[in-house]
């Protein structure tokens, strides 16, 4: 098979690393050996690198499958590119022993998972890359032990929530960009221990409002009004589960008096005259379609199983406020939605 090098241009402005669009790499060498793409888009190793490989450039090369193993032996390693491949998933332990690692970049690939403990013992990691990419969720711990980090990426992803303690260890995070997701809950304690951040980006998500101990600097859609309840979320309620499914398109909810709307301690007064004006099927139909008339999440600590799971909040409600939405807590055993 006829060798190519990948000649990888630095583009400044965006840290990025570009290859000439024509040509993939077959083969990149670093230090004293050789890694090999086939043309199934496994990477392999010849040789044993050495000290002297301290930066690996495999972006752009049409990577698939990478095997456990690959980058063993590479203390000296400070860089790794792995951005722009077609990685669906990473086996675990890949990067263990990358001691020395301070660039990771994973970002445009197809990564829909994270395996539990992937980044463990990258303790001089400065900077990971997992943006344009299709991650769901995040592995409780999974940035655990990466005190040096700097900047994370994990924009243009498809995260529906941010727990309490995600971020937990990142002493040195000065950046993080989590916008264009699909995010609808973010805890209140999310981002408490993040006392060196200094910019964080929110925008483009699915957020019904902020919660005032989010940092003031982060850049968020205009018009969010504050909350006002305590945000806990441990993981957002995929499409395929949500309620319109189990209900059926074009079934109709029920409508509760003022009377029994009082019942519920979180309703205000002036809200219980306020009603859904849609159907769970067209709720549904909207999350799909990516309308952003209607938003939709957990409950997290506050949800009661069987009763209270979801909340909805809707643009076009009467209720709602210019440029925001109203919402409601969906009551499952009257199949009512609550004015929240």
Not at 11 to 17: H, Q
Not at 81 to 89: F, G, I, P
Not at 115 to 121: E, H, K, Q, V
Request: with cysteine.
């Amino acid at each position: 098979m006829r060798r190519m090098v990948c000649v990888c241009l630095l583009w400044a402005v965006l840290g990025a690393w570009i290859c000439p669009k024509a040509e993939a790499a077959s083969s990149e060498s670093c230090g004293n050996c050789t890694f090999h793409i086939s043309d199934e888009g496994l990477l392999s190793r010849e040789g044993s690198c050495g000290d002297s490989c301290t930066s690996l450039s495999l972006g752009f090369c049409n990577i698939q499958n990478i095997t456990n193993g690959i980058f063993d032996g590479l203390s000296s390693l400070g860089r790794l590119d792995l951005y722009n491949n077609k990685l669906e998933s990473l086996p675990g332990g890949v990067f263990d022993g990358l001691s020395s690692l301070q660039t990771l970049s994973l970002s445009n690939n197809k990564l829909e998972s994270l395996p539990g403990g992937i980044f463990d013992g990258l303790s001089s990691l400065q900077g990971l890359g997992l943006s344009n990419n299709k991650l769901e969720s995040l592995p409780g711990g999974v940035f655990d032990g990466l005190s040096s980090l700097g900047r994370l990426d994990l924009y243009n992803n498809k995260l529906e929530s941010l727990p309490g303690g995600v971020f937990d260890g990142l002493s040195s995070l000065g950046r993080l960009d989590i916008s264009n997701n699909n995010i609808t809950c973010i805890s209140s304690q999310a981002f408490t221990n993040l006392s060196s951040l200094s910019k964080m980006d929110l925008t483009g998500n699915n957020l019904p409002c902020y919660h005032p101990s989010w940092p003031s600097f982060a850049s968020k859609d205009t018009n969010l009004e504050s909350c006002r309840n305590e945000g806990a979320c441990t993981q957002s309620i995929p499409l395929h589960s949500r309620p319109g499914r189990e209900f059926g398109s074009c079934t109709a909810h029920k409508e509760l008096d003022p009377e029994e709307l009082s019942q519920y301690l979180f309703v205000r007064s002036v809200y219980v005259k306020c009603r859904m004006q849609h159907t769970w099927g067209e709720i549904v139909h909207g999350l799909y379609a990516r309308n952003t008339s209607f938003k939709i999440g957990g409950l997290g600590k506050r949800r009661i199983g069987g009763k209270h799971e979801v909340w909805v909040c809707s643009y076009r409600d009467d209720c709602a406020k210019h440029n925001n939405a109203f919402c409601y807590i969906f009551d499952f055993e009257k199949t009512a939605f609550i004015p929240w």
